[in-house]
C-alpha cells in the first residue's frame, strides 16, 4: 500500500493497529505519522517502530491520506472538530471508537466528508484482528477496499450496517476482555490442580486457540465440535455439567446483553 497513514490518538487499540500494520510488512514504518499529547509516548513508538513523530493532530491531518481516529469516545468528536478544516478534500477518516455513529462524525467533520466507522479488537496486534468496517454514502469502492486491506494485514474485516455495531461490540471488540478472564480462571484451576502458573497460562490459551481454529477452520457446530470433547462417563461432561448448573451460557449472554446495551446508549 502507497498511502500515508496518520493516527491521532495512539493507545492500546491504535499501538494494536500500529503494531499489526508494521508487522504485516505491507505498509513501512515512514508511511506512519502519529500524534498523541505526551511528546514521550510519541518518541517511544518512534524508537519501538520507526514511525513519524508528528507535533501535532493537525499535521497528522494535513499529511496522511488514511487518518485514524483512536482517541476516547468522549473527546473524539472535539479531536476531529479540531482538525477538520486540516484535511483534504479526499482525506479518508477512519474512527474507531465505540459509540460514536456516522452522524455524528460527519456533524463534527463536515457533511462532504468521506468516514468509515470502525470496530476493531486488540488482538491485531497478534495478527489476529477481527474488525468490522460501515462506510458512509460518500466512501467509493476503493476506500472500502484500503479499509479493508488495512484491517487484512493483521486478522480479519467485514462490512456491516451500522446498527450491527453493538452486537459486534458485544462479540468482538470487547471480547478479549472476557476471554482473557475465562483464560486465567483455567489457569487458576490448573494451578490448583498442581501446575506451575506459567504452565497453566500456555496450556489454558493454546486450549483455547486451537477450540477458536476448530471452529472457524471446520466449518462444524460448535455443539458437534464439544460433543467430541465428551466421551461417555469420561471427565468432560462433568465440567459441562457444572458449567450448566452455574449457568455458564446464561451469564456469558447476560454479560454482552449488557455491553450492547451500553454501546447503544453510548450511541444516543
Ligand atoms: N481498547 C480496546 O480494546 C478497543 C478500543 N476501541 C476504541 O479505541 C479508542 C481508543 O481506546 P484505547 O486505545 O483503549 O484508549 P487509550 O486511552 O489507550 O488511548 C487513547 C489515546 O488518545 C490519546 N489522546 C488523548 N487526548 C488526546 C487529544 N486531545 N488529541 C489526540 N490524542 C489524544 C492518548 O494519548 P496520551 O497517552 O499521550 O494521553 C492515547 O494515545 C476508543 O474510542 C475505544 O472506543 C475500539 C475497539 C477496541
Ligand atoms: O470498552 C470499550 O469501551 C472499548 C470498546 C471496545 C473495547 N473497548
Given at each position: 500500500m502507497e498511502k500515508k497513514i496518520g493516527f491521532i490518538g495512539c493507545g492500546n487499540m491504535g499501538k494494536a493497529i500500529l503494531g499489526g500494520l508494521i508487522a504485516s510488512g505491507?505498509?513501512?514504518?515512514?508511511?506512519i505519522w502519529v500524534y498523541t499529547p505526551s511528546p514521550d509516548k510519541v518518541a517511544a513508538l518512534h524508537d519501538q517502530y520507526g514511525i513519524n513523530a508528528a507535533q501535532s493532530a493537525q499535521e497528522v491531518a494535513q499529511i496522511a491520506d488514511i487518518v485514524f481516529g483512536a482517541v476516547k469516545p468522549n473527546i473524539m468528536i472535539k479531536v476531529l472538530s479540531d482538525v477538520a478544516s486540516s484535511l483534504n478534500k479526499e482525506t479518508l477518516v477512519v474512527s474507531i471508537a465505540a459509540g460514536i455513529t456516522l452522524d455524528q462524525l460527519a456533524r463534527a467533520l463536515g457533511h462532504d466528508r468521506k468516514i468509515v466507522r470502525t470496530m476493531p479488537n486488540t488482538p491485531s496486534l497478534v495478527n489476529a484482528g477481527m474488525t468490522s468496517i460501515t462506510p458512509n454514502a460518500l466512501v467509493t469502492q476503493e476506500d472500502i477496499a484500503d479499509v479493508l486491506n488495512i484491517f487484512r494485514c493483521f486478522g480479519a474485516a467485514e462490512v456491516i450496517a451500522e446498527p450491527m455495531i453493538h452486537p459486534v461490540v458485544g462479540v468482538s471488540g470487547s471480547a478479549p476482555a472476557y476471554v482473557f478472564m475465562f483464560i486465567e480462571a483455567m489457569a487458576d484451576a490448573a494451578v490448583l490442580g498442581g501446575m506451575p502458573r506459567a504452565q497453566a497460562y500456555k496450556f489454558a490459551a493454546q486450549a483455547v486457540m486451537g477450540s477458536a481454529k476448530m471452529v472457524l477452520e471446520t466449518g462444524k457446530h460448535p455443539g458437534e465440535l464439544k460433543d467430541m470433547v465428551c466421551?461417555?462417563?469420561?471427565t468432560t461432561i462433568e465440567a459441562v455439567k457444572v458449567l450448566e448448573e452455574k449457568g455458564f451460557r446464561a451469564a456469558v449472554i447476560d454479560a454482552i446483553e449488557a455491553c450492547m446495551a451500553k454501546s447503544e446508549q453510548m450511541s444516543k
Open positions: 505491507q505498509v513501512q514504518p515512514g508511511q466421551s461417555p462417563g469420561g
